[in-house]
């Protein structure tokens, strides 16, 4: 099935009610920068989303881990599920990560931005994807999950190239009288239908989004888990991606990517205000430890970039000695505000742990 070229034809019914929406999406995407530019440290919570996101993208994939086994995983430690699952996740911030990297050197989002990073996303699968990065170069059929997910099969390889053509210049024309935040719901769609990849293509496909939103300046900082609503509700997610290949109906496409912007925003501002009286209380009890304050609040920064961490890596992140570092920890948990998790005397493994669960809130069980 070839996709046909975009913008669609005939136009989007731009009715009241769906650029309604759109306007309430986007004043959503305005709170949360608003929120996020209060919080102390931007770039630690955003870090933190990414791997949050990554968690959620990867389970509509079949991966399923945590952000815990996640952080483990980081620290060389076991994780609680299978290394696969949770590999599947680091590659996905690793690839996030590198297509931030592109993206703040002026590469545009186009081919070579897509092959670079399926070529980390699927740098470490277990052997699925022989060639990661580069286009498929044969003819296949995606199958559906579920009987209300019909298959579909994605235009030969033949036409991969024009068709991605297409989408780029599509994404990359700012002159189009289309508003951004849509210009990157039509795309999540077209590309959901060219499937250019042989492996992958979903993850890659929900991994652009928050560039793209990032790269037109539609969202400040990448802090949207839209895979969140996109799990929740994956049985609609992927009927609305189906309807518009088959009978061309984008309005209930677009209907549903605002009301996931609308609910993953609002979300997202209320972790942010979560988190952000969570650690001003910590931080105010830890001010009253006196002369140990100082270097326990280095430690407590520390902890709210990897909420999971060993001593030895605290070490390595604060630049303080071993034993201020263990000092500081003995601090953190007589206050409740730490945990350790290992019970040995070396190689003991601590845990931020109700900073953990405020963000991994929305990634436990996603059942519809």
């Known amino acids: 099935m070839v996709p ?11 009715a009241p009610a769906l650029r309604r929406k759109f306007d309430h999406a986007l004043l959503a995407l305005g709170r949360l920068d608003s929120v996020a530019a209060l919080l102390p440290e931007t770039a630690v919570f955003r870090d933190l989303y990414v791997r949050k996101e990554a968690v959620l993208a990867c389970m509509i994939d079949g991966h399923c881990s945590s952000l815990a086994d996640l952080l483990s995983l980081e620290l060389g430690q076991a994780p609680g599920v299978s290394r696969n699952d949770v590999g599947a996740v680091r590659d996905y911030v690793a690839a996030f990560e590198h297509g931030l990297r592109l993206l703040g050197q002026g590469l545009p989002l186009s081919l070579r931005l897509f092959r670079e990073i399926h070529g980390v996303l699927l740098a470490h699968g277990p052997g699925r994807d022989p060639a990661p990065g580069e286009f498929r170069r044969g003819t296949r059929r995606v199958a559906g999950t579920r009987p209300s997910h019909a298959g579909f099969a994605p235009p030969p390889a033949e ?22 935040l849509l210009r990157a719901a039509v795309a999540h769609a077209q590309l959901d239908t060219i499937h250019p990849f042989p492996e992958g293509n979903g993850r890659l496909n929900r991994l652009l989004l928050p560039l793209q939103l990032a790269q037109d300046k539609v969202l400040g900082e990448p802090m949207l888990c839209l895979s969140r609503h996109f ?56 001010r009253g430890r006196g002369r140990a304050a100082a270097s326990t609040l280095v430690v407590h920064r520390a902890l709210m970039a990897h909420p ?17 570092v263990n000092k500081a920890l003995g601090h953190l948990e007589q206050s409740a505000i730490v945990r350790e998790l290992t019970a040995q005397k070396r190689n003991r493994v601590f845990a931020y742990t109700r900073y953990l669960e405020v963000v991994s809130h929305g990634t436990e069980s996603l059942e519809e």
């Open 4 to 14: 046909a070229p975009l913008p669609p034809s005939p136009p989007i019914d731009w």
């Open 159 to 180: 036409a991969v190239l024009a068709c991605l053509g297409n989408l780029t210049a599509y994404l990359n024309d700012k002159s189009a009288p289309a508003p951004l």
């Open 231 to 286: 799990k929740t509700h994956r049985t609609r997610y992927h009927e609305l991606l189906n309807d518009v290949r088959l009978t061309g109906d984008w309005e209930a496409w677009l209907d549903f990517f605002a009301e996931a912007v609308m609910a993953t925003a609002s979300q997202a501002v209320d972790t942010a205000r979560e988190l952000l009286d969570l650690t001003r209380r910590d931080r105010e009890r830890i």
């Open 308 to 324: 999971i961490a060993t001593s030895n890596r605290l070490v390595e992140k604060t630049g303080l000695t071993p034993a201020t």
